[in-house]
């Protein structure tokens, strides 16, 4: 399996836990996947590190769209508002993760050279 691949699936079963942790005000129940969803997503992170990529890459990019997706995810599901200023920050977010990408790639060519 890819880093990209694990990566992606790490993302969705964090959002998954941080979803159900609203989830459970309503059902305790999903109190288990909140444990089994958080305890998955970081032993899929490991394996994304073993694999090679960059610490800071990895999780800039689990925690971004972490918040990205749970955001969008919070206001279909639970019918949290979406404002301007949400949506500003979440922009912000994506951007800082675009930069931190950018700074591994030119650290790497640097290496490199």
């Given at each position: 399996?890819?880093?990209?691949?694990l990566?992606?699936?790490?993302?969705?079963?964090?959002?998954a836990?941080?979803?159900?942790?609203?989830?459970?005000?309503?059902?305790p129940?999903?109190?288990?996947?909140?444990?089994?969803?958080?305890?998955l997503?970081?032993?899929?992170?490991?394996?994304?590190?073993?694999?090679?990529m960059?610490?800071?890459?990895?999780?800039?990019?689990?925690?971004?769209?972490?918040?990205?997706?749970?955001a969008?995810?919070?206001?279909?599901?639970?019918?949290?508002?979406?404002?301007?200023?949400?949506?500003?920050?979440?922009?912000?977010?994506?951007?800082?993760?675009v930069?931190?990408?950018?700074?591994?790639?030119?650290?790497?060519?640097?290496?490199?050279?």
């Amino acid at each position: 399996m890819t880093a990209w691949l694990l990566l992606g699936v790490a993302i969705l079963s964090e959002v998954a836990a941080t979803l159900s942790l609203r989830g459970a005000l309503d059902r305790p129940a999903l109190h288990a996947v909140v444990v089994v969803g958080y305890a998955l997503s970081y032993a899929l992170l490991v394996q994304v590190l073993k694999r090679g990529m960059g610490l800071g890459v990895a999780y800039g990019i689990w925690g971004a769209c972490g918040v990205v997706l749970t955001a969008l995810l919070s206001a279909v599901l639970f019918g949290e508002v979406f404002t301007a200023l949400k949506i500003t920050g979440i922009v912000l977010v994506a951007a800082g993760v675009v930069v931190v990408e950018l700074g591994a790639q030119w650290a790497r060519r640097e290496e490199a050279a």
